[in-house]
């Protein structure tokens, strides 16, 4: 395999401005974001409250393993279950 010469980079000033521009209104975005899932959060905290309860008690994770059919729960490890019915 053929070695070539290390590539140069060179950080210049405006790119590190630019970088804090961008990384400054991600974070603003990020902000807004979360107070409005915070927000959300409670009206519909309220709303489902209004409604009896709407997910039946269940969690944001079961109801993603029940839309999956992921079942987290395994199986018994008894020989027929290993095993199956064998029969000579």
Excluded: C, W
């Amino acid at each position: 395999m053929l070695r070539r010469k290390p590539t140069r980079l060179e950080l210049k000033l405006d790119d590190t401005e630019e970088f804090e521009s961008v990384k400054k209104e991600l974070e603003s975005r990020k902000k807004q974001r979360d107070e409005v899932d915070v927000v959300g959060a409670a009206t519909s905290s309220e709303m489902s409250d209004a409604s009896g309860g709407g997910t039946d008690g269940k969690t944001r994770e079961q109801m993603i393993h029940e839309r999956i059919g992921y079942k987290p729960h395994p199986k018994p490890n008894t020989l027929p279950s290993l095993f199956g019915n064998l029969q000579f």
